[in-house]
């Protein structure tokens, strides 16, 4: 009971003060609905990005691997941070000086509209085959762990498993269709703080547990019981090696931070230059703190069941959130994962409205509709995307390597050959449309052959790179011998104040001196 209604209360509160906020603002304009207005400031886009980024896809997939290959996986966090630093210094100003308020807007004035056409429709593929059903399903994994909707129910556990899901999905439905991207980016930064607070909790309770009320000793009994698992430098065989940061990691991280339309939007949405570089760089540092939550209770896990839960690895999460958490508290943090997951979920969802109605609707369509008309077909296009998303979700379960390895296989799908045209875009203006075109179409085939019908050897974050490079090549010498008509920005006068954050470079260093040094200490 008490675990009932600590959850119910952190939820409405949410919900409320969401409303309270936004009950005066006007959502039925179009940057009203998909941009907030283009008045949010850079703590609420911090907040929204790492809540968007952090849902239990890495509370699960994360802490699953960790438990089994250790430390190694924190280099999907803490690179990001590097990331971030080139999107907030190098891409932002492109993106905000062209008014843009989707990643494929920025192809058409670059390329051609049909470039962008092709983009947007494999965007929202990617947003319905990948990310959506794992989120729903780690999401109902853990909450089903928590409740036991199945036994309360009386029903089988993969019956549990999908009420939950149907039930996650109709409550983002409603945020993502009803408030657009202000009410979603403003309940994100409330749940983030509960995240913090609530994800923290759960290495500080564990490590007072074995520590017998002393947090260090517990860590390093910790350490002392499996030193191997806090080495962050992988092996070439294990499941992320220490060169793959050198090849394809860091080119899934561009285009993660700085070229994902999901991510981004929140930065389109700012009031100004410098709010939105001071949410990219805020996020940068939550991505180095971030693997306290995600990385190291899989970890102490580790120390509680050895290799008990191998070949469960996504369940050892849940398993020592009941092991370790108060009662009192399990309401909480069990609305705060589901804050984390409708995070993700109704931020998709809304890039997803914002990519449909914008560049296929309004451009293929019915290109003179009305704003109105607009975030209509926005609601309807989320409202049908979640029901997809929601069908195919209990599909993804029995993942051999984690849900969080296979949702990043199945990322670079759509991630790395939008990259390589985006990137062809920024730095070199002698590839045209055509050759855009065809070097994204021969990378997504690429990829596919090479990762799920022949078994290539060759781990599939460096065929990530391979496939970039090979792409870049490709679309180079396309354009060279056949030339097409010369590239022409289009040119708009910025919406916003174009003024940097003063103190963007200086954090920007330290960001990367920090993530240097970090793999110094952990890896000597």
Not at 21 to 46: C, E, H, N, P, Q
Not at 56 to 68: C, D, M, P, R, V
Not at 288 to 311: M, S
Not at 420 to 438: E, Q
Request: aromatic fraction near 14%.
């Amino acid at each position: 009971m008490l675990t009932a209604l600590t959850f119910i209360g952190f939820t409405l509160f949410v919900a409320f003060f969401s409303w309270y906020k936004l009950r005066k603002d006007d959502i039925r304009s179009r940057d009203g609905y998909f941009l907030g207005g283009r008045s949010l400031t850079g703590g609420v886009i911090a907040g929204s990005m790492i809540l968007t980024n952090i849902s239990t896809e890495h509370l699960i997939g994360l802490n699953g691997s960790a438990y089994k290959n250790g430390m190694i996986i924190i280099a999907w966090e803490v690179t990001s941070a590097i990331a971030l630093v080139i999107a907030a210094l190098y891409f932002l100003p492109i993106y905000l000086k062209m008014g843009l308020t989707t990643i494929p807007q920025y192809l058409e004035n670059r390329y051609d509209s049909s470039t962008k056409t092709l983009v947007a429709f494999l965007l929202m593929v990617s947003f319905v085959v990948t990310l959506l059903p794992i989120v729903l399903y780690t999401g109902a994994i853990n909450l089903e762990s928590i409740f036991g909707v199945s036994e309360v129910l009386g029903v089988s556990l993969s019956e549990g498993i999908w009420i939950t899901v149907v039930t996650i999905g109709v409550i983002g439905s409603v945020y993502a269709i009803f408030g657009g991207l202000k009410a979603v980016a403003l309940s994100d930064s409330i749940n983030a703080i509960g995240l913090v607070i609530g994800g923290l909790m759960v290495p500080v309770f564990a490590l007072w547990d074995i520590g017998d009320g002393n947090i260090i000793d517990g860590m390093s009994k910790v350490y002392a019981f499996a030193p191997e698992k806090f080495n962050v430098i992988g092996e070439a065989d294990s499941v992320l090696p220490f060169g793959t940061i050198f090849t394809g990691l860091m080119i899934n991280q561009l285009y993660f931070w700085g070229m994902n339309q999901t991510i981004i939007q929140r930065a389109f949405g700012a009031k100004n230059m410098a709010e939105a570089q001071k949410g990219l760089l805020f996020t940068g540092i939550f991505k180095i703190l971030i693997p306290l939550i995600i990385v190291l209770p899989g970890i102490i896990a580790y120390y509680y069941y050895k290799d008990q839960y191998y070949d469960n690895q996504d369940f050892i999460y849940p398993v020592l959130l009941m092991r370790v958490m108060p009662v009192g508290l399990l309401g909480f943090f069990a609305a705060v994962v589901l804050g984390a997951i409708l995070s993700t979920f109704n931020s998709v969802l809304n890039s997803a409205a914002t990519i449909f109605s914008l560049d296929i609707y309004k451009k293929l369509i019915h290109p003179d509709c009305s704003d109105r008309r607009l975030v209509r077909v926005g609601r309807l296009s989320s409202l049908v995307l979640a029901l997809f998303a929601i069908g195919i979700a209990p599909l993804v379960g029995n993942a051999p390597e984690g849900l969080y390895q296979l949702m990043q296989q199945l990322n670079g799908i759509f991630f790395i050959p939008i990259a390589s045209i985006l990137i062809a875009g920024f730095f070199i203006p002698k590839v045209t449309a055509r050759g855009a075109k065809i070097g994204l179409v021969t990378g997504l085939t690429f990829y596919l052959l090479t990762s799920f019908v022949f078994d290539s050897g060759i781990h599939f974050i460096h065929i990530w790179a391979i496939e970039f490079v090979m792409n870049l090549a490709l679309m180079y010498t396309i354009s060279h011998y056949f030339p097409g008509k010369p590239n022409t920005y289009i040119s708009r006068p910025p919406v916003l104040e174009m003024k940097p954050w003063k103190y963007a470079k200086p954090v920007s260093a330290a960001l990367c001196l920090v993530t240097v040094l970090i793999y110094i200490w952990l890896g000597s």
